[in-house]
């Protein structure tokens, strides 16, 4: 396996076989592919867990802080950056898609709709035009040669208005001409005029003449070749509204309805290119791409303003931690702090808690508490001894041995020996049991690692109720809290493991969280399941009493 290392912006590398042996570890090597897949997550795992030792060990000195938020600050810079260009790029895409004068839905829609051929011109030609048009259809089927008024008023046509006028006026003017005739004939003795002749004569010699210029002027209002006649003025209005009709659809006449509704769909068209167009700033598209780009603007700024505050963040941060450190909560001892949550677990579980740190025991002072679980429980009367060490000369081995001695000089069934987290033997796993013994380091300074306390406190209960009823009708209770137990202790492991990687490497701070809290919803599960089977042994033993 190749491994690299860098220090001082310098890199190094060096060959190295490891032999795995931890069951845990193999697992999840094996769910990556061998080759450049399994050695990339290992060489990753190899790194954190050195980052996690040096932690441990103290040697995390501020330059890694500052570098570790240095490049949180860096990545969260690119990841807002990036960001921030892919909305842009969304937006330009989205606004282009739709506006672009050459490929945007909207020109095309509109060009679509005003180009020759186009669906506008189609149907103004399908109704305007002069040819096959609706109205040219619906005119020459009304005033077209066809027409029934054109036939009326044909002067060639026999059933025209003028040939049947004629032949009404032929009729009566020869019926009257007849009678006239015989009225005024010479040749007829007994008519008016022979009678009246005579006397006539003199005075009147001019009356036929003007009675034929009366007849003259009838048949004159009927004829077509007099301009002013009743029959020509008609024609006249026909022909006049004809023509009025044709000039209101006539694209020639600029006054014409057709020609003021194509300037009116121009008008409309430049309206929309200007209002779409980047060249003009007063247009709306120059006045939306402004928008957008004060918006990301301002979006930067808050960005960088972020930034600030994380940083102001992580210093008052550091600045309260070092405070605490100085308040005189850090003054109480170790196992005062461990004590009092000793205590409050005690009280919660109806058990009790005594400082024993000063009295001497069977054989001597060793164990600082012991809680005795309370009446209510599985096992009344049955004692745990809790040993809690802030000393870097504590090994695992002595520690061991400590509790051991704790446990046979307080009489107890169960043992729990507390490593402070600052001085605990480099590589100590956080949870841990040997036994009859329970191995924890806690942080003083840190409520989260109470949950280690609270998981030992139930662990070593539910050991002691195991010591107290081992029967063959509790065999199935005692194997699932056996398995709990060895949940529990897989789960705090990984739990640790994960806390080291939240606060060393920043930028997987949110999958580390995730990580974290579903560990501690599955450990609070099997602490539910192992409380349940010890509530199960407690009823089995109130039965047997």
């Known amino acids: 396996m190749l491994v690299q290392n860098s220090e001082n912006n310098k890199r190094s590398t060096f060959q190295i076989t490891l032999e795995v042996v931890d069951l845990d570890v193999i697992t999840e090597l094996e769910k990556h592919d061998e080759g450049h897949s399994r050695e990339k997550y290992a060489l990753s795992a190899l790194r954190l867990g050195v980052l996690a030792l040096r932690q441990a060990a103290g040697e995390l000195d501020a330059t890694t802080v500052r570098d570790a938020a240095q490049e949180l600050l860096s990545g969260l810079g690119q990841l807002l950056a990036q960001r921030g260009t892919e909305i842009n790029t969304d937006i330009s895409g989205a606004l282009r898609q739709y506006f672009d004068p050459s490929t945007g839905a909207l020109p095309q829609r509109i060009e679509a709709l005003l180009r020759n051929d186009g669906e506008l011109d189609r149907a103004l030609r399908a109704h305007l035009a002069p040819e096959n048009s609706t109205i040219a259809q619906a005119l020459s089927a009304h005033?077209?040669?066809?027409?029934?008024?054109?036939?009326?008023?044909?002067?060639?046509?026999?059933?025209?208005?003028?040939?049947?006028?004629?032949?009404?006026?032929?009729?009566?003017?020869?019926?009257?001409?007849?009678?006239?005739?015989?009225?005024?004939?010479?040749?007829?003795?007994?008519?008016?005029?022979?009678?009246?002749?005579?006397?006539?004569?003199?005075?009147?010699?001019?009356?036929?003449?003007?009675?034929?210029?009366k007849?003259?002027?009838?048949?004159?209002?009927?004829?077509?070749?007099?301009?002013?006649?009743?029959?020509?003025?008609?024609?006249?209005?026909?022909?006049?509204?004809?023509?009025?009709?044709?000039?209101?659809?006539?694209?020639?006449?600029?006054?014409?309805?057709?020609?003021?509704?194509?300037?009116?769909?121009?008008?409309?068209?430049?309206?929309?290119?200007?209002?779409?167009?980047?060249?003009?700033?007063?247009?709306?598209?120059?006045?939306?791409?402004?928008?957008?780009?004060?918006?990301?603007?301002?979006?930067?700024?808050?960005?960088?303003?972020?930034?600030?505050?994380?940083?102001?963040?992580?210093?008052?941060?550091?600045?309260?931690?070092?405070?605490?450190?100085?308040?005189?909560?850090?003054?109480?001892?170790?196992?005062?702090?461990?004590?009092?949550?000793?205590?409050?677990?005690?009280?919660?579980?109806?058990?009790?808690?005594d400082r024993v740190g000063a009295t001497t025991g069977k054989v001597g002072k060793t164990g600082d508490f012991v809680t005795t679980l309370g009446p209510d429980s599985a096992a009344p009367g049955a004692h745990i001894v809790w040993e809690a060490k802030e000393d870097k000369s504590?090994?695992?081995?002595?520690?061991?041995?400590?509790?051991?001695?704790?446990?046979?000089?307080?009489?107890?069934?169960?043992?729990?020996?507390?490593?402070?987290?600052k001085t605990a033997p480099e590589g100590l796993q956080?949870?841990?049991?040997?036994?009859?013994?329970?191995?924890?380091?806690?942080?003083?300074?840190?409520?989260?690692?109470?949950?280690?306390?609270?998981?030992?406190?139930?662990?070593?209960?539910?050991?002691?109720?195991?010591?107290?009823?081992?029967?063959?009708?509790?065999?199935?209770a005692l194997k699932a809290i056996d398995l709990s137990a060895r949940a529990i202790e897989k789960q705090l492991g990984e739990l640790d493991q994960l806390k080291t990687w939240a606060d060393t490497v920043k930028n997987n701070g949110?999958?580390?969280?995730?990580?974290?809290?579903?560990?501690?919803?599955?450990?609070?599960?099997?602490?539910?399941?192992?409380?349940?089977?010890?509530?199960?042994?407690?009823?089995?033993?109130?039965?047997?009493a």
């Open 215 to 353: 007849v003259d002027s009838l048949a004159g209002e009927f004829s077509l070749d007099k301009p002013d006649s009743a029959l020509s003025r008609l024609v006249g209005r026909v022909e006049t509204a004809h023509k009025a009709i044709s000039n209101e659809f006539s694209a020639d006449n600029e006054n014409s309805a057709i020609a003021r509704l194509s300037r009116m769909l121009e008008d409309t068209s430049r309206q929309i290119d200007k209002n779409l167009t980047l060249d003009d700033d007063g247009s709306a598209l120059s006045r939306l791409k402004r928008e957008l780009v004060t918006t990301i603007e301002s979006l930067v700024t808050s960005n960088t303003t972020f930034q600030a505050e994380v940083r102001t963040t992580l210093a008052t941060l550091q600045a309260r931690k070092d405070e605490a450190s100085r308040s005189t909560r850090h003054g109480l001892t170790f196992e005062n702090e461990a004590g009092l949550v000793i205590e409050a677990e005690a009280q919660q579980l109806n058990d009790f808690c």
């Open 143 to 213: 005033l077209g040669e066809g027409s029934a008024i054109f036939k009326l008023l044909s002067p060639t046509d026999a059933g025209g208005v003028k040939a049947q006028v004629a032949g009404v006026l032929g009729g009566i003017l020869q019926e009257q001409q007849d009678q006239i005739l015989r009225e005024f004939s010479l040749d007829n003795k007994e008519s008016a005029l022979s009678r009246l002749v005579a006397e006539l004569e003199s005075s009147n010699g001019d009356l036929r003449t003007d009675l034929q210029n």
């Open 510 to 544: 949110e999958k580390m969280s995730a990580s974290v809290a579903r560990m501690r919803a599955d450990l609070a599960k099997e602490v539910e399941a192992l409380d349940r089977q010890v509530n199960g042994l407690k009823n089995y033993a109130a039965l047997a």
């Open 394 to 421: 504590y090994t695992l081995k002595k520690a061991r041995a400590e509790i051991a001695s704790a446990r046979a000089n307080r009489e107890a069934q169960i043992g729990i020996f507390i490593f402070s987290s």
């Open 430 to 476: 956080p949870f841990a049991r040997y036994g009859r013994d329970v191995v924890i380091v806690w942080d003083a300074e840190d409520a989260a690692s109470d949950l280690y306390i609270k998981t030992a406190y139930t662990l070593a209960r539910a050991l002691v109720i195991r010591e107290n009823h081992d029967s063959v009708e509790s065999e199935h």
